[in-house]
Nanobody
Framework: QLQASGGGLVQPGESLRIACVASGDIFSSHIMGWSRQAPGKERLTIATITTRGTTLYAESVEGRFTISRDSAKNTVYLEMDDLQPEDTAIYYC????????????WGQGTLVTVSS
């Protein structure tokens, strides 16, 4: 129901955009978001966007990452600029019904590696 893509290997300072296609019924009625899990660390949500386009970011990515959604394509994007080695992680898209609830749906994850 959620299919993420676009991960890869980039060098520090470069940019990358990852995408997640959702089924229409999920996309139109849920807050979409991105979480990431670095090796040996817990999974944390880093960005969310409501159906109206209101965004929230974790402090660690504020100002560098941009989340957006395209209703015509049922797709949520995460544009990542000025990537650093500490951004290396598996990135998961997700969907939730409220900012105060855990995600109800998860994508399979896409690996982003930042290394020189």
């Amino acid at each position: 129901q959620l299919q993420a893509s676009g991960g890869g290997l980039v060098q520090p300072g470069e940019s990358l955009r990852i995408a997640c296609v959702a089924s229409g019924d999920i996309f139109s009625s849920h807050i979409m978001g991105w979480s990431r899990q670095a090796p040996g660390k817990e999974r944390l949500t880093i960005a969310t966007i409501t159906t109206r386009g209101t965004t929230l970011y974790a402090e660690s990515v504020e100002g560098r990452f941009t989340i957006s959604r395209d209703s015509a394509k049922n797709t949520v994007y995460l544009e990542m600029d000025d990537l650093q080695p500490e951004d290396t992680a598996i990135y998961y898209c997700n969907a939730r019904t409220s900012q105060y609830r855990l995600p109800k749906f998860w994508g399979q994850g896409t690996l982003v590696t930042v290394s020189s």
